[in-house]
């Protein structure tokens, strides 16, 4: 984590900065405002801005407004300055340290403003596929594109393959391609020199000169205008990029790791995409699955975010009752992750420190959860089937009643491999290494969005 610290006071910031520093957060140090966004403009950059109370956080803030600068902003100073103190929270710091600086608090205050969310949990086979080759390319130096729903994690595995790399003890960089108007994209990429436009007050160092060195994540890159597109692909191609105003190509060192939660081929065919931008970023492809496909992580992250908030408000640690469980792991999950994660802080917050129930999973509006009813179907006729091969396995080899079991649950999956094999508790490649036995076998198997016929069954 990169933090910039603004001021003195009396040499109590530098004691933060230190405290800082021993929590693993890269430290610069500006004596004043103008010397802060300086700093902020020239490509060093920050991931956090703690500013001595006594500054102007006011014209701060407005000036990082202006200037399209996106750096949470917390205020520090000695514990009588209660009144500045609420003044700069109304213009605009997100929090207030008080100082000397205790080591937890300050802790605290960089976890909580940054959101930091980098731990990659995951038991689910299918996610463990996706981060074994994450880890094999991540050395590498080729582009990589990310795709899957929104929420499935997908700056996550970003941030992972970054860390994995060569380039880890570089920046890493992202930007979302979706949130920033067109027009402004161009200058947040590639930077500005001053007075390229209305409001270039001073030279500005854009992202991909940011993340030089480093790792460039572009968010929801299907976002992208096709004209700024070209101009992105002579940068991935060339390795230099032309600040907006300026009169001569800038080198650039970075990885460009890409993601999208469409389907970019569908997007060339409609002319919203460049073929041979596709062709340079999906030089490996991570395709994440949803969490609908992922039941083992849906219970590991689930713990994973009960410990995080209640941590977070004060209660001892929690345990969740079976009957939660059995209905986190099959209500759908459209959100994914992000979904799940407001979810379990919504039920530490219901619980008040107690035992996690079937009461507190909840929707947003209070109404409760109930599950996915088609899963809850498949799971039953599932479970039918199963006590029906059962009854009958008395004289039977293992092998014959392995296939019927097999069989008979894919057909009341209509066919679906990845419920089936979730149902079985074996992995989707095992399963299929069976479905080709038994097809080699001459055996009729069920169609995805299908059932055996009842003479073949």
């Known amino acids: 984590m990169r933090l910039l610290i603004v001021g003195q006071l009396g040499g109590q910031l530098s004691t933060a900065s230190k405290i800082a520093m021993d929590r693993g957060a ?32 006011g014209a701060l803030v407005t000036h990082l407004e202006d200037e399209r600068i996106h750096v949470p902003l917390v205020a520090c100073g000695l514990e009588a300055d209660a009144r500045a103190a609420v003044n700069a929270i109304r213009a605009g710091a997100k929090e207030y340290i008080p100082l000397p600086p205790d080591p937890e608090l300050i ?21 463990a596929a996706v981060v074994r080759l994450a880890e094999q390319i991540a050395p590498s130096d080729a582009s990589v594109l990310i795709t899957g729903e929104s929420g499935t994690g997908k700056e996550v595995i970003s941030r992972h393959v970054h860390r994995k790399s060569s380039r880890a003890s570089q920046p890493f960089i992202s930007i979302n391609c979706a949130a920033i108007p067109e027009h402004l994209l161009e200058s947040e990429l590639f930077g500005h020199e001053k007075g390229a436009f209305t409001g270039a007050v001073a030279r500005r160092i854009g992202k991909f000169e940011e993340a030089d060195g480093g ?50 081929a569908d997007a060339v065919a409609e002319g919203t995409f460049r073929e041979d931008l596709l062709y340079r970023l999906n030089v490996v492809n991570l395709k994440l699955p949803p969490l609908r496909e992922r039941p083992a992580d849906v219970l590991a992250l689930s713990a994973h975010f009960v410990e995080l908030y209640a941590k977070a408000n004060g209660f001892k640690p929690m345990g969740m009752s079976e009957g939660a469980r059995k209905l986190l792991t099959v209500n759908s999950w459209k959100g994914n992750v992000r979904e799940l994660e407001n979810t379990m802080h919504r039920a530490v917050l219901l619980s008040g420190g107690g035992e996690i129930t079937e009461e507190a999973i909840r929707m947003p509006d209070g109404s409760p959860i109930t599950g996915n009813a088609a899963a809850n179907q498949t799971v039953a006729r599932a479970a039918s089937a199963a006590e029906a091969v059962n009854r009958t396995m008395v004289g039977r080899t293992v092998a014959d009643v392995e296939r019927d079991l097999i069989l008979e649950t894919l057909d009341h999956c209509l066919g679906n491999r990845t419920h089936a094999a979730k149902i079985l508790g074996i992995s989707i490649r095992t399963l299929r290494n069976k479905l080709n036995q038994y097809s080699d076998e001459g055996v009729p198997i069920a169609a995805p969005g299908d059932a055996r016929s009842p003479a073949s069954a």
């Open 26 to 57: 890269a430290v610069v140090h500006a004596q004043s405002i103008t010397e802060a966004l300086a700093v902020l403009r020239s490509g060093k950059g920050a991931d956090l801005v703690m500013v001595d109370v006594r500054e102007d956080i």
């Open 107 to 127: 802790a605290a205050i960089l976890e909580a403003v940054t959101q930091d969310r980098d731990d990659l949990i995951y038991r689910d086979q299918a996610m």
């Open 215 to 264: 790792t460039l994540m572009l968010d929801e890159i299907s976002e992208m205008d096709v004209r700024l597109q070209a101009k992105l692909l002579r940068a991935i191609q060339e390795r230099v990029i032309d600040r907006v105003g300026g009169s001569k190509p800038v080198p650039v060192n970075i990885r460009i790791i890409a993601t999208s939660n469409r389907n970019l």
